[in-house]
């Protein structure tokens, strides 16, 4: 069953909330404003994860996963296109766009900032649900979409929840669409628990 409107506009918000933290904390280090699009909230099968990507399958990308167990299980992973990815870690460390020295900082920074979204995130799904879960700590990797789909999205036909959300930095010319993509199961049990914080929330 396709997710409703108020269930959208739930996980809107609590992907808004990691996003929103995510361009905080870059903005105080940065000390330049940072705009953040709304995230695009959908449900798609693994399959036509690349339909909506604007990057080519064999681009490298940067992604920051963490997995998760409880109430719900699966995983979280945060996608920063190539370019986009040592933009901001430039700006962050100061090193030249394409040079050894930045390539090196490279996994260490974006787990970080790739690590307060997710965190955030998460924290505030614990919450809605009302339900302990465990996460594994977040793990870095380069890679191009075919091997992150043939490596943690099983089968085409498995379902996923994609958030994507557009920041950037007009002083630094830092323009990057981030993707989030959920792998949750069971999804029924997610989708019944967001449906029970609604009622409570609308009471």
């Known amino acids: 069953m396709p997710m409703t409107s108020s269930q959208i506009d739930t996980l809107r918000e609590i992907v808004n909330i990691g996003f929103g933290r995510m361009a905080g904390v870059l903005n105080n280090m940065l000390k330049a404003e940072i705009q953040l699009k709304v995230p695009i909230i959908k449900e798609i099968t693994a399959a036509r994860i690349a ?55 490279q996994g260490g920074a974006l787990a970080e900032v790739g690590s307060i979204v997710i965190n955030g995130i998460m924290t505030s799904l614990g919450g809605t649900l009302n339900g302990r879960m465990r996460y594994s700590l977040p793990s870095y990797s380069k890679r191009n979409l075919d091997d992150i789909i043939e490596t943690d999205f099983g089968t085409p036909s498995e379902s996923l929840i994609l958030a994507q959300a557009f920041l950037w930095v007009e002083q630094l010319d830092i323009k990057v669409e981030v993707t989030l993509m959920f792998l949750i199961s069971p999804l029924d049990v997610f989708y019944d628990s967001l449906n029970k914080y609604l009622k409570k929330v609308m009471v």
């Open 51 to 105: 339909d909506y990507m604007t990057f080519s399958n064999d681009e490298d990308l940067s992604s920051v996963k963490l997995d998760f167990s409880g109430k719900i299980a699966g995983k979280t992973l945060l996608l920063f296109p190539g370019i986009g990815a040592q933009k901001i870690v430039s700006a962050l460390t100061g090193e030249k766009v394409g040079t050894r020295d930045l390539l090196a900082m």
